[in-house]
């Protein structure tokens, strides 16, 4: 039998990452082991999620969540440790900046498995922030550091680990390209009385934009003056804060504003391809914007897409609303999609060269 690729995840943003990376590594020959520790769970994961996607369920399910970052990462290590040593695996593949990722490099690197990290790379600058420490330390102990833009390959490079960077493209752009297709928008806007590109998409759930009266006030003041449709997939946390603020019946009659419940990955593929522009905190839909090639007014003092800022396709928002306003009328009154965009993410091939990268560096040298 071929080599053991192991890929270790813990929420379902992971498990899209996983998929075309999954079908390149079924489509070589090569046996799969996936293991879920069970971080954060997600009862959009139903049979259909996997089927759409196209991967297997799980091999492993650790049910680990809850508590702080020490007690959660300390018992996915002490259960991540018995299961890799009982299927031994070749490779060992994880993405981005979860404490999962933090306990599987710390793991695997003590087993001395090659480690490959894809969604190497991304740096904020800020150390308060517990995913941002969970990249760092993982880029420094992975043996391949798969980063999904350029921007996240010349940190590597500032930081001495040119010789273990690769730059793949981002494994989100393939999830994107080959969603589009199987999606049926037309229905989905139906469903929601929408008209293509007649509409804002708005995602809003980040704890620095639903902790704070004052932060929720601001964004609720914009919402009020905006004259176009908003449709916002509203998250649980900030249901409960709007709620908890005594701010739910003010949004409520935001007369634009279409809330609604949470939706699955297809659907929103769907939404972000068909709406005008995002407003949203959501790192993943501020890039999957660029990918659908629409702007995005961005709800958070993040840097974390530098090329989209840089090239006009980002903006922050600001603390005075008639800026955001006049950004929003801007979009609307201008022809701002493009169907042309400079790759930054890649060709939408990232897995094939992951894979690609994996089998020259360690498996077609003997090394496993």
């Not at 990462?73 to 060992?92: N, W």
């Not at 001395?112 to 740096?123: D, Q, Y």
């Not at 903006?315 to 950004?327: P, R």
Request: glycine share 6%; with cysteine.
């Amino acid at each position: 039998m071929k080599n053991c690729i192991m890929q270790i995840v813990g929420n379902r943003p992971q498990f899209i990452k996983l998929a075309p990376v999954s079908k390149e590594i079924r489509r070589r020959g090569y046996q799969e082991i996936i293991i879920h520790s069970g971080q954060h769970f997600d009862e959009n994961m139903s049979n259909i999620f996997f089927e759409e996607l196209g991967i297997p369920f799980p091999d492993k399910n650790l049910h680990i969540s809850g508590g702080s970052h020490a007690e959660m990462t300390a018992r996915m290590m002490i259960d991540l440790e018995k299961i890799v040593l009982i299927y031994k695996p070749d490779i060992v593949i994880i993405y981005g900046d979860t404490n999962t990722t933090l306990a599987a490099a710390l793991v695997v690197k003590k087993i001395n498995i090659p480690l490959v990290h894809i969604e190497a790379g991304p740096r904020t600058g800020n150390q308060q922030n517990p995913e941002e420490i969970n990249r760092v330390i993982v880029d420094r102990i992975s043996e391949l550091l798969c980063t999904p833009d350029r921007s996240s390959y010349h940190n590597l490079m500032q930081e001495g680990l040119k010789e273990r960077a690769f730059f793949s493209g981002d494994v989100m752009y393939d999830v994107f390209i080959q969603s589009r297709k199987r999606v049926d928008a037309h229905s989905i806007l139906m469903d929601y009385s929408l008209e293509k590109k007649g509409y804002i998409l708005m995602t809003w759930h980040r704890q620095e934009n639903t902790s704070s009266r004052e932060a929720m006030v601001h964004i609720i003041e914009l919402l009020e003056q905006i004259d176009v449709p908003i449709v916002c997939p509203l998250h649980p946390r900030t249901k409960n804060a709007l709620l908890k603020l005594g701010l739910w019946e003010r949004v409520e009659l935001i007369s634009n504003l279409k809330l609604i419940a949470p939706v699955g990955y297809f659907e929103m593929i769907a939404l972000t391809s068909n709406c005008r522009m995002t407003l949203t905190d959501s790192g993943g839909l501020s890039k999957e914007s660029f990918f659908a090639g629409v702007m995005c007014l961005f709800m958070i003092d993040l840097h974390v897409w530098p090329e989209l800022e840089d090239n006009g396709w980002l903006f922050h928002m600001k603390e005075n609303n008639t800026v955001n306003l006049d950004f929003i009328r801007n979009v609307f009154n201008n022809d701002t999609q493009s169907n042309v965009r400079p790759d930054f993410y890649g060709k939408g091939n990232a897995a094939e060269l992951i894979v690609n990268e994996i089998e020259k560096r360690f498996l077609m040298k003997g090394c496993c």
